[in-house]
Each structure stands twice: as C-alpha cells, then as structure tokens.
C-alpha cells in the first residue's frame, strides 16, 4: 500500500498537485475576499499547514534519495551555484513550495488588511492577482493603493 503511494506521488505529480491546489484559495481571495470561508480557511494559517505537510513529505522523500541538503548553503554563494542546485528535482519542489506558501501568505495578508481600511474589493484584486503570479510586485502595487486609502505613508505597521 504504501509502496503504491509513493510510486503515484512522483514529483511531477506533486507538482501539478501543489499548483491546482492553491487556485481555489486564490480564487476565494480574489472572488469572495469577505466571506467567512475566506477568514477561515484562506487568511488563515490553515494553507500554510497544508503547504507545510507536502514540504515535510518531500524533505522525507528527498532523505530517502539520499539527497545531500548541505548544498542547498551554496545558494548564497552566486548564480552559477544556485542554478546548480535548480537542476536538482528535490530542490527545485521544495523551492516551489516555499514560493507559494509565501505568495499565498501575503495574499491573505493583502486581503485581511485592505479590510481594516475599506478598500474596495475589485481595487484589491489587481494586486492580489499580480501577486500571485510574481509576487513582490503585487505587493508593491497594493502598498501603492493603501496609501491613498490609509491618507499616510507608513514604512511599518
């Protein structure tokens, strides 16, 4: 039984798993940024927890390939050495997933806080969007849109 289970869960597999799972809960940031189901399973850490079960699962199935994980310190040491260790499968997934958990994180975060100032929802949904596909600049974009709202420039909160 379990040797079936590992045989399915390949990494291209996973992969395609870890990319249409986090669409609904975009999709529910986006359509339906107010609804409970929103607070409650999406700007929650409950994505997190679901995203950190399939990291916890590839950090095993990596151990057992006998992956070397003292590598991964030579990311910081250039480009070549970090597009080294994107040629490995095992660091490439694990990189994936960091990706979205983080992605999805500042989404629920975008959303949670353009509802303490009142922003409109389809305003929230360019930025939501943007950052779901490359992240940093969807944040930007809404910190762009919050000041207007919030009448401030905050560095921090």
């Known amino acids: 039984m379990i040797e079936q289970i590992y045989t399915f869960f390949t990494m291209e597999i996973i992969f395609l798993w870890l990319n249409l799972g986090v669409l609904p809960f975009w999709f529910t940031l986006i359509i339906f940024p107010k609804s409970q189901i929103s607070r409650i399973f999406i700007a929650s850490v409950f994505p997190i927890i679901i995203l950190s079960l399939a990291y916890a699962y590839l950090l095993h199935i ?5 992956y070397d994980f003292l590598q991964n310190f030579k990311l910081y040491l250039g480009l070549g050495e970090i597009s080294n260790l994107f040629e490995n499968q095992h660091f490439l997934i694990l990189f994936w997933i960091h990706f979205l958990a983080m992605n999805l994180f500042c989404g629920g975060w975008i959303v949670n806080d353009s ?10 949904s360019i ?8 992240g ?13 709202y919030a009448k401030r420039i ?4």
């Open 127 to 134: 930025p939501l969007t943007i950052t779901y596909l490359i």
């Open 154 to 157: 905050r560095l921090y909160d």
């Open 136 to 148: 940093p600049i969807g944040i930007l974009i809404y910190w762009i849109i919050r000041i207007f």
């Open 115 to 124: 509802q303490m100032f009142g922003i409109n929802k389809f305003l929230v």
């Open 62 to 66: 990596a151990y057992l390939d006998s």
